[in-house]
């Protein structure tokens, strides 16, 4: 487990504190660490994708629970991010349909062309290519996540168009798509 400790502004702004305050709502009072979840996932993508040690201990802070049970969690599950990741994080899945079809392959691939290995970002910070496990698309192996957008039937040329979108600024992660 790669921990940064590179430093973050902790931003909890007006509308992302309402966010909060409107996801603790579904919880009993006593409860707001059941909101773990949920509120990691808001406050990680408020402040560029990454949670640092700082930002961990204000959602310790803000659920009134200790900073481990933050910690837990956070590097428990591969949805959140310990260290500054780039704009675009390609993540391959790589269990059982899709390694079958290739897709360590093709992330390979994907690493030689960008110039990384795996888990580390290009020098430009538009790129994260990581392995995953299974993102529940078995049918359309191999494939790729890349923020809330799904990549299937992948094969060398889908990697280096998705890539070459990305860097012309032709994807929107927020809408799901890639623009003409």
């Not at 994080?89 to 960008?114: I, P, Q, V």
């Amino acid at each position: 487990m790669e921990i940064s400790h590179a430093h973050q502004e902790i931003n909890i702004t007006p509308a992302l504190q309402a966010r909060i305050d409107e996801l603790l709502s579904h919880y009993p009072a006593d409860k707001k660490k059941s909101a773990l979840l949920p509120v990691l996932h808001e406050v990680q993508d408020a402040h560029d994708n990454w949670l640092s040690i700082g930002l961990q201990d204000k959602v310790a802070e803000i659920l009134e629970i200790k900073p481990i049970e933050v910690y837990e969690v956070v590097s428990f599950y591969t949805m959140y991010n310990q260290k500054p990741i780039g704009k675009f994080m390609f993540e391959f899945c790589r269990t059982s349909c899709c390694a079958l079809r290739g897709a360590e392959d093709l992330m390979e691939y994907t690493c030689n062309k960008l110039g990384v290995k795996e888990g580390e970002t290009t020098p430009d910070g538009l790129f994260t290519v990581v392995g995953v496990e299974c993102l529940g698309a078995c049918g359309y192996a191999p494939m790729l996540q890349v923020g809330d957008f799904y990549k299937e039937h992948l094969t060398t040329a889908k990697v280096d168009a998705l890539i070459d979108d990305c860097r012309a600024g032709k994807v929107d992660l927020h809408k799901l798509t890639i623009t003409e």
